[in-house]
């Protein structure tokens, strides 16, 4: 069952990485295969939460792009060196392949055994010796097994065509012949004597038994085939091991996780045909062609908390969109087909999963729940935000009956340990929640914070304003401004970049500073941005 991610936007909050946590539970709880996800690091308050009710971090996710291994390649197609050039040959004739990668006993990759390689040996007449294993010989000439004394065999080829006596003057056997001949007991009884490394009897041909008593003796190796000697001559060579042959093994390949549109330069630029695939260890996964890359299995993907795709992971686009939870006004993604969309008019994504809960009739436990709360208080700024909703109370009111939080203690505790002036740098703390907004060709950027140490961020006032300055005018921000709220004071102190100003004294109807505290606005979606719109519209 493919993995599907769930994950918030790029800058994480609380209620965005516990409501992909929620979901995830649940999804997998309906027997989906899900995992939640981050897009970056998370904030000290999300750090909080996650550890005070013992919730694992979820694993950063860099992107959704294709890679090799979002392909159907051919997955497995590769060959042991110690295989058979006869084996090796079926393998890529039933695939229609004309390569195939060769790896050692640990399946590391050592290169790339093709027809051509075995054409050139027949043509060159090089199949005079054999090393390889019993059974590859058996499989090889459609043999039967009589007497097996050795697992590997190695030694010359002999196809006998001539008598016994000149065979036996000829000093021509020894103990590493490997003798092919037909119902010639006398040959046989030289080789066996002798004590040869093999003998392939071909026709259907028997040995004697007092010449099996001797090969026993002198431990010969013995197979029959219904093949005649001279068909036998000719394949048996294909019984030798892959690494006896000489094959590529200076061959480009390609990682699984490299990404599709990289491949397609390198496509570009070598024109080959095969391309074998390997992990980070080295280990041959299979062999890709070009004409795979039509057939794709893109990663999919469960949107929460936003649904734009500026604020989403990066390589959005080469993903599928299986659905969307948000509370957010609609974005610009778009799907190739009909989603779950689920979007309500509530403060905070995880009054949504938690509704989506009940209407699945799956029970909260006490961790999930405690999740839920903590995005509930962290959104809606503890009920206090003008985005909250009935809706959101009545969850809040809910999820309390099942874990007994009480909600005004973890809300201090979370903002309290969110002190950002502490752990992070001036530019860290105006990132760490950044939101841009493209208004009538104005790019508007709004950072909004909560804190309970509001004095220490105001004290460094005049370098936040340099910083805005600086910044607004590097990335062509018209509006960039610091919103610092303060929940217990309900309201929101505001640093700005200049050119701002009277955009921003307008939109509030004051003589606005740098610094000024803003009664009852503690919320960017529902007033700050809303007021900037107004002015500029």
Do not use: W
Not at 204 to 222: P, Y
Not at 317 to 335: F, M, P, Q
Request: hydrophobic fraction near 35%; charged fraction near 25%; charge should be neutral.
């Amino acid at each position: 069952m493919d993995t599907i991610y769930i994950f918030g936007h790029k800058n994480p909050d609380t209620d965005s990485v516990c409501s992909a946590i929620s979901l995830s539970y649940l999804r997998n709880s309906l027997g989906e295969n899900t995992e939640p996800r981050i897009l970056s690091n998370i904030n000290e308050e999300t750090k909080y939460v996650l550890k005070k009710f013992k919730i694992p971090t979820p694993e950063i996710l860099n992107d959704v792009k294709l890679q090799i291994k979002d392909v159907n390649f051919h997955k497995d197609f590769k060959v042991s060196n110690k295989e058979s050039v006869y084996n090796a040959f079926f393998s890529m004739q039933n695939d229609d392949m004309s390569t195939i990668p060769v790896v050692d006993e640990n399946d590391n990759f050592k290169g790339a055994f093709a027809m051509k390689d075995i054409a050139k040996k027949q043509i060159l007449g090089e199949n005079k010796t054999l090393k390889t294993s019993y059974k590859h010989i058996l499989e090889t000439i459609e043999g039967k097994k009589i007497l097996k004394f050795d697992d590997e065999i190695e030694g010359e080829i002999i196809n006998v065509g001539i008598s016994s006596t000149t065979l036996h003057n000829g000093d021509i056997l020894n103990e590493k012949s490997i003798l092919i001949v037909g119902n010639r007991h006398s040959v046989i009884e030289d080789a066996v004597t002798l004590g040869v490394k093999m003998i392939i009897v071909t026709f259907g041909s028997t040995v004697k038994e007092e010449h099996l008593k001797i090969a026993r003796k002198n431990k010969v190796n013995i197979i029959y085939t219904n093949k005649d000697s001279y068909e036998t001559l000719l394949t048996i060579g294909f019984a030798n091991y892959i690494e006896n042959y000489r094959y590529t093994k200076d061959l480009i390949c390609v990682n699984e996780t490299m990404d599709v549109n990289d491949f397609n330069d390198i496509i570009n630029k070598t024109r080959h045909s095969y391309y074998p695939v390997i992990n980070k260890a080295n280990k041959c996964l299979g062999l890709i062609k070009l004409s795979d890359l039509r057939d794709v299995n893109p990663k999919k993907v469960i949107l929460v908390d936003h649904n734009e795709i500026a604020q989403s992971v990066d390589g959005l686009e080469e993903a599928k969109i299986i659905g969307i939870v948000d509370h957010h006004k609609l974005g610009n993604i778009g799907t190739m087909e009909p989603i779950n969309f689920r979007n309500m008019t509530v403060g905070s994504t995880c009054t949504i999963v938690y509704q989506l809960f009940k209407e699945n009739k799956i029970k909260v436990p006490e961790d999930i729940a405690s999740l839920l709360i903590s995005g509930i208080i962290s959104d809606t700024l503890l009920l206090k935000s003008p985005t909250t909703t009935k809706e959101d109370e009545k969850t809040l009111n809910e999820l309390t009956k099942i874990t007994h939080i009480n909600p005004e203690k973890l809300a201090i505790e979370m903002f309290k340990a969110n002190d950002v002036v502490k752990s992070k740098s001036l530019k860290e703390i105006i990132y760490m929640d950044f939101k841009t907004f493209n208004i009538d060709k104005k790019i508007i950027a709004i950072s909004q914070i909560t804190t309970l140490n509001s004095k220490a961020i105001l004290k460094q006032k005049a370098s936040y304003i340099r910083f805005l300055n600086r910044e607004s005018t590097s990335y062509g921000y018209d509006i960039m401004l610091l919103c610092i709220t303060d929940i217990f004071k309900n309201g929101s102190f505001i640093i700005f970049n200049e050119n701002a100003k009277e955009t921003l004294k307008e939109a509030f109807n004051s003589n606005i500073e740098q610094g000024e505290f803003l009664e009852n606005i503690v919320s960017r979606k529902k007033q700050v941005l809303p007021a900037i719109i107004n002015v500029l519209k």
